[in-house]
């Protein structure tokens, strides 16, 4: 015990601390002591003062002692230092009270004194930036407003940004009135074109659409597809509809719903032939013309467009205001200028395409949006389908219904094709099943001849026939097309198709087996 006092007692006389040490018996050189703190007093009352201060310090990292230098600090180090760079007070803080003086301060520039027993700020009547009234922020908004509109266009913007800020702006001030001068800025901005492939005409002088010469006229039997022969891509979005080119089927049509229209080569080496650009929101619908020379498409930015598929021309532009569900054009030679669309608005319009963009004619007796238009007794009349679960038949040109079908077990049609005999139609039913009408004298459900299996419910899976009119096929939601026996109504064969829905399916004109198929993956496919 006599070696270990010792060994305390030449250990204070090294330090130089013996008189802090018996003036203080709390103290301790030991390592494993905690830094001495001293409790402060008021901030009203004077600083305390200590005759000597500490020439040592416990480093906490370290965990020995370290020598100080007390003349470095001068005469203002008047308290003892329990950390490297001075005195550490205990202080105790919520978060959120921190976050809110911190952002306070970096805000409006002052912030609340911790040490005060109020929270806030007397002198700014205790405004932060978590209680400013409503009313503050909303003129504050408006200042800020103002000064951005007095600013206008900053000056160091180059001429092409300025040109393209301006477009911009006037663009959107246009919207947001409502008036028609955006419609057709938009228009005037985004309808373009694009040719994809070598050559528009070929040594001889025919166009890119002309039909190949050794295509045969009819499609005299037809059979099931089992695989998979090619696949188009090139739309960012779904794929909404299909057409093949009339009569030969050169050509398939494709309207996505990344506003796009695209036409495909199918008999040479399955490239985009050209791109069609000229909506601003996805195509609805598409028709061709009986010689393929022109086509509609409809798109939900409720706009009708002309096109002239050669050249990619806008031949003229439709609208009522409201969305376009469904385009057709007059199938007689004689009428090809006639072009009927089913609104959301549940009427049917009529134009005519060489006297401008007037309305001849409309059909207003739906309860629903029309979903379709389909021509029957040599194109005499026209039966339309719509949301409002029903079926009309209309004589062409009159606005008078001449038979309507509503039945209270009847679910919405969204699809509705012809039989290639023109005695029948097949109607795409939401209760997950293919129905069939007579288009005689009676125009009557066909009670015994119904076609089901797939699952349909919440989408306009498109439903058609074989040339031969021997199969009847559909997509469904999983992306399978069923194919149909038109006599048995019995399932012959299920193809999987696509990994979304697969929402439309042609048959080639003049090809026996083969099918394309689109859905909303992005994808056409091409079936054998």
């Known amino acids: 015990m006599d070696l270990l006092q ?79 760079l001075g005195f550490v007070e205990d202080a105790s803080i919520e978060p959120f009270v921190f976050h809110e003086q911190y952002n306070t301060f970096q805000t409006y520039g002052y912030a609340a004194d911790p040490s005060a027993s109020d929270v806030g700020c007397i002198e700014h009547d205790a405004v932060s930036v978590y209680n400013v009234s409503q009313q503050q922020q909303k003129k ?81 039997y037809c059979f099931t597809p089992k695989r998979l022969v090619h696949t188009w891509s090139g739309h960012t979005k779904g794929v909404s509809a299909i057409r093949f080119y009339p009569r030969y089927g050169h050509l398939l049509l494709s309207a996505g719903m990344d506003s796009r229209v695209k036409i495909w080569d199918v008999f040479n080496y399955g490239n985009c032939m050209r791109t069609y650009m000229g909506h601003s929101e996805a195509v609805r619908d598409i028709c061709f013309s009986n010689d393929g020379t022109k086509f509609l498409s409809a798109s939900f930015d409720k706009n009708i467009k002309y096109w002239d598929t050669e050249t990619g021309q806008v031949i003229s532009t439709f609208s009522t205001g409201k969305v376009p569900y469904v385009v057709k054009l007059n199938p007689d030679e004689d009428k090809q200028n006639v072009l009927l669309a089913g609104m959301s608005d ?11 963009k007037k309305i001849t ?41 001449v038979k309507c079908i509503s039945e209270p077990h009847m679910y919405s049609l969204p699809s509705v094709s012809l039989h290639p005999s023109s005695n029948w139609l097949a109607a795409q039913s939401m209760d997950n099943q293919i129905l069939v009408y007579s288009t005689g004298e009676k125009f009557q459900l066909e009670k015994k001849r119904r076609f089901s299996g797939h699952v349909v419910a919440g989408h306009a899976c498109q439903v058609n026939f074989s040339p031969d009119g021997r199969f009847v096929f559909s997509g469904d939601s999983e992306g399978r097309c069923w194919f149909w026996d038109w006599k048995s109504c019995k399932v012959l064969k299920t193809l999987k198709c696509h990994q979304g829905v697969c929402i439309g399916a042609e048959w080639h004109p003049l090809e026996q087996s083969k099918v394309a198929t689109c859905g909303w993956d992005g994808l056409i496919k091409y079936w054998d």
């Open 6 to 84: 010792a060994y305390y007692d030449q250990l204070d006389d090294d330090l130089g601390c013996s008189e802090d040490h018996n003036q203080n018996p709390n103290f301790t050189s030991s390592p494993e002591a905690s830094p001495p703190r001293l409790l402060l007093q008021a901030k009203s009352a004077a600083p305390p003062t200590v005759e000597k201060t500490f020439s040592t310090l416990i480093d906490p990292t370290q965990q020995h002692l370290v020598h100080l230098n007390p003349n470095f600090y001068g005469p203002q180090l008047s308290c003892i230092r329990n950390h490297n």
């Open 361 to 401: 004619q409309k059909y207003d007796q739906h309860l629903g949006a029309v979903n379709t238009i389909t021509f029957v007794d040599n194109n005499r009349r026209f039966v339309t389908s719509s949301d409002g679960k029903s079926l009309r038949v209309w004589e062409f040109g009159i606005p008078v219904v």
């Open 346 to 356: 549940n009427k049917i319009v009529q134009w005519d395409v060489n006297e401008g």
């Open 140 to 220: 504050k908004r408006r200042i800020e407003k103002r000064k951005v509109s007095e600013e206008g266009l900053p000056t160091e913007l180059t001429e092409e940004q300025r040109k393209y800020a301006e477009e911009y702006y006037a663009k959107k001030k246009g919207a947001l009135r409502g008036g028609a001068g955006a419609d057709k800025s938009e228009a005037i901005l985004v309808e373009r074109t694009c040719f994809h492939g070598k050559e528009e005409r070929d040594y001889q002088g025919r166009s890119w659409i002309a039909p190949p010469s050794y295509a045969k006229a009819t499609n005299e």
